[in-house]
């Protein structure tokens, strides 16, 4: 099953992702749902069973950890021959959970989308 839920209708955390401001699920996110303007990201999670998020891509298949959703894009590294990009992380460095749920709309409202000539992974 394939289920991906509406970034409209979902709460979500507030983290601080590469010190950026973002929301993050650990459910799949419709791309579909996300307002003009905002950024979808993937997240991956390690290998050794801990559960740090430690790589970022347009999409995720193996070891899906959740979504980020930003008001700016992040710069990934094209994968050749895929359709994908992926930026590796630390989650000691690079990822803070904030301890605060907030909606799309309230995150939106507090840090509304920047304008940025790459728009790749704009919805």
Not at 28 to 39: A, E, F, I, L, N
Not at 62 to 70: A, D, E, F, M, P
Not at 77 to 82: A, D, F
Request: charged share 35%.
């Amino acid at each position: 099953m394939n289920y991906r839920v509406d970034a409209r209708k979902e709460t979500f955390e507030e983290v601080t992702v590469l010190d950026k401001p973002m929301l993050f699920t650990c459910l799949r996110v419709d791309r579909s749902t996300v307002p003009k303007g905002m950024y979808l990201y993937e997240v991956r999670h390690d290998d050794y069973g801990r559960g740090d998020p430690c790589q970022i891509g347009n999409w995720i298949l193996v070891n899906h950890w959740g979504t980020l959703i930003s008001n700016e894009p992040l710069k990934l590294i094209p994968v050749p021959h895929r359709d994908n990009a992926f930026l590796d992380i630390d989650p000691e460095k690079d990822w803070n959970y904030e301890g605060i749920d907030s909606t799309l709309k309230e995150y939106m409202e507090k840090h509304p989308p920047k304008k940025d000539k790459q728009r790749n992974h704009e919805r």
